[in-house]
């Protein structure tokens, strides 16, 4: 089975009147920013499920913290400090979390091997006519492998629209297209901070075409037909009562990235357990996986696209300053202050199918022999649920979506016409 994931996040600035160290096992700065990284994903997702708890999820907390923190390098004053404590990390680690983000990023996009693709992509293109502050641009290329373009934004807006979507849909193999629409850019846009990151992976044990069948959904708003895939083998599988749920681990190639499925008991449970879902909650849940054991798992095929407005949401979540042009200090970018972040856009995309190879490697979990094995109940994901793509090592989400309803209305139960 593989999964191709891609988000992309963008970050406009225009004039007034417009709108402690890791451990060294990954290298200085590496763990605090993984840590980081998945706080604030897991912060934004309550955040999201509190703005729509209804609709399907997804996002990468890679590509939006990203592309945060190379605003945030910037930034100053009242404006840096919301965005550090949205961003998880103290005033004091600043020197710590922008070399960390170098590393960071090497190591994610390090996990690219045979069955498994990741891309990170920055990008900056700055106005011709009101240029950034070069020592910026210097720290966007060193710490964060940025590419750095000139754009006339007020003389071509579209042309300036093209370029950017166009290098994005390349940085997302054309799952990502018109990220940023021709109308938010003007002879008031200063700069553009693009973050996309692409994933590509195929299972570590496989699902079979032949043995997908039409399957049922408990989708909030009843009974959906989907396609569910299906497969007895031996995954590492948890109960977790604090959370009246259970956890699946499917690894992908390669065993150092993998999904994490966690499922309410309850078919109408997915509320309750969102809402105690955190950084820990991630971490304890890995922790409590078993060694492999055979299990029958059924997952239903699919595929999202989402698009989040990031100016409401980090709003929300206490990130005021950096959207008012009176409060707002990005002087480090523009060496003067009465600009801020006009527009703030996020997209995403996932596609589930069957495709992918199948491993002997079985290094990365310890099997423990027992004379009985334990009878593990069937995991069937019939119902809404979340899921993470996550680095099995660092414990850092790449990605983070809930589902809530899937395929079509089963017959009996499609509106009357």
């Known amino acids: 089975m593989e999964r191709v994931m891609c988000s992309a996040t963008h970050l406009v600035l225009l004039t007034l009147w417009a709108s402690a160290h890791g451990t060294r096992k990954f290298g200085p700065g590496v763990e605090l920013v993984a840590n980081a990284q998945s706080k604030f994903g897991m912060d934004m997702f309550q955040a999201l499920t509190i703005h729509d708890n209804s609709s399907n999820i997804f996002f990468s907390p890679t590509s939006i913290s990203t592309a ?4 945030y390098a910037g930034s100053g004053g009242k404006t840096a400090q919301q965005m550090a404590a949205v961003l998880h990390f103290e005033s004091g680690e600043r020197r710590d979390f922008m070399h960390g983000h170098r590393r960071y990023l090497r190591r994610i996009t390090g996990r690219s091997k045979e069955g498994v693709t990741v891309k990170i992509a920055n990008n900056l293109y700055v106005s011709l006519s009101r240029p950034v502050m070069p020592k910026y641009v210097r720290f966007a290329k060193n710490m964060f492998g ?15 629209a093209d370029l950017i979507n166009t290098r994005v849909r390349n940085d997302t193999e054309g799952n990502i297209d018109n990220l940023v629409e021709e109308d938010a850019l003007d002879e008031g846009t200063v700069f553009v901070v693009v973050n996309a990151v692409y994933f590509k992976g195929s299972w570590l044990l496989k699902f079979n ?33 604090g959370l009246d749920a259970r956890a699946l681990m499917l690894p992908y190639q390669g065993e150092e990235l993998g999904m994490l499925i ?9 509320y309750e357990l969102e809402a105690l879902v955190d950084h820990a909650t991630l971490v304890t849940a890995r922790a409590h996986l078993s060694a492999r054991v055979e299990v029958h798992v059924q997952l239903p095929k699919f595929n999202m696209e989402a698009e989040i407005d990031l100016s409401v949401i980090l709003k929300e979540m206490g990130v005021t300053d950096l959207f008012d042009p009176s409060r707002a200090d990005l002087s480090g970018i523009t060496g003067e202050t009465g ?48 899921f993470a793509i996550m680095d099995l090592q660092l ?23």
Do not use: W, Y
């Open 68 to 71: 945060l923190a190379l605003v």
């Open 339 to 386: 600009m801020a972040i006009s527009k703030a856009v996020h997209k995403a995309f996932v596609n589930v199918n069957e495709e992918g190879t199948e491993a002997a490697a079985a290094t990365a979990f310890a099997c423990c022999f027992r004379s009985a094995p334990p009878i593990v109940p069937p995991f069937i994901v019939d119902r809404p649920f979340i």
């Open 395 to 417: 414990d850092s989400v790449l990605f983070m979506g809930r589902v809530m309803s899937l395929g079509s209305a089963r017959p009996s139960e499609a509106p009357p016409q």
């Open 262 to 270: 966690l499922l309410p008991n309850e078919l109408n449970g997915i």
């Open 209 to 241: 075409e032949s043995d997908t069948a039409p399957g049922q959904f408990h989708a909030a708003d009843g009974p959906r037909s989907v396609d569910m895939m299906t497969a007895t083998k031996l995954f590492p599988t948890a109960s977790l009562p």
């Open 146 to 160: 940025a590419d750095v373009s000139s754009v006339d934004f007020g003389g071509s807006p579209a042309a300036a």
